[in-house]
């Protein structure tokens, strides 16, 4: 456990980030056994649309990006999302 945590630590540092993605932070909060809401990270549009449907709508959908700390300052953050062409324009 303390091994996944501090090499995913090191990547990080080794990237000059001082912080965390979300899904980063998830992982290390999942590993100490910490409760965190279902979600995952969608690499497409169609990976988004099946990980809301097995997640259940309605969902929330943020962007994950090391560059951009502040999702909803950068507009990077949709709520209540309750379809799957839905889930493809937030993608989008």
Same mark, same amino acid.
């Given at each position: 456990?303390?091994?996944?945590v501090?090499?995913? &630590?090191?990547?990080?540092?080794?990237?000059?980030?001082?912080?965390?993605?979300?899904?980063?932070?998830?992982?290390?909060?999942?590993?100490?056994?910490?409760?965190?809401?279902?979600?995952?990270?969608?690499?497409?549009?169609?990976?988004?649309?099946?990980?809301?449907?097995?997640?259940?709508?309605?969902?929330?959908?943020? &962007?994950?990006?090391?560059?951009? &700390?502040?999702?909803?300052?950068?507009?990077?953050?949709? &709520?209540?999302?309750?379809?799957?062409?839905?889930v493809?324009?937030?993608?989008?």
């Amino acid at each position: 456990m303390k091994d996944a945590v501090n090499k995913m &630590i090191a990547q990080v540092k080794e990237q000059g980030r001082k912080v965390l993605t979300e899904p980063e932070s998830k992982a290390i909060l999942e590993d100490y056994a910490i409760p965190v809401n279902a979600g995952g990270l969608a690499e497409d549009a169609d990976a988004a649309v099946e990980m809301a449907g097995r997640i259940g709508y309605p969902v929330a959908m943020k &962007i994950v990006s090391p560059d951009i &700390i502040h999702k909803s300052d950068a507009g990077g953050v949709k &709520i209540g999302i309750t379809t799957a062409e839905a889930v493809r324009r937030a993608y989008e």
